[in-house]
């Protein structure tokens, strides 16, 4: 199956919203990166294919519930292989960036009015965060919605 081929037409099919609820991003730079996969990639093929046919079949547009099936059941275990393999990251890190590292460090600021813990705390999440925006600019991002 020529994936890329696959995806233009799904590009061309859908709304911004459809392309939401099929996470259009992710399953784009999944195949965008699958020749790079040395390790896993029949698994992944076998899923990529199953996941592009369910699409088509469903005229290109999901319902809520199936679209937060069809993630657990495609797009994340594809994800988990592109994570181990190609360092991808799942789009939820910066938001989880912010609320483990951000939120404690205003919160060390308003009740120690501490400098030092709070440029640890700042340091770690921009490291953190700097991390995160170089996987997303490389497209090695998946996640639902995206």
């Known amino acids: 199956m020529d994936f890329k081929v696959k995806v233009d037409e ?20 999944f ?24 699409i088509e079949s469903k005229n290109y547009s999901f319902t809520k519930e199936e679209s937060v099936t069809y993630h657990k059941s495609f797009i ?31 919160l060390l600021w308003f009740i120690f009015h501490s400098i030092k813990a709070s440029l640890i705390v700042g340091s770690l999440s921009l490291v953190f965060l700097l991390s995160r925006q170089i996987t997303f600019f490389k497209h090695k991002m998946f996640g639902y919605r995206y």
């Open 31 to 54: 195949i965008y990166y699958f020749n790079d996969l040395k390790k896993d990639n029949e698994k992944v093929q076998m899923l990529l294919e199953e996941y592009v046919n369910l």
């Open 10 to 29: 799904i590009n061309r099919q859908t709304s911004k919203e459809q392309k939401k609820r099929i996470h259009y991003h992710s399953l784009y730079n």
């Open 76 to 106: 994340a275990p594809i994800g988990m292989v592109y994570s181990r393999y190609l360092n991808f990251s799942g789009i939820s890190g910066i938001y989880l960036n912010f609320l483990f590292f951000g939120l404690p460090n205003i």
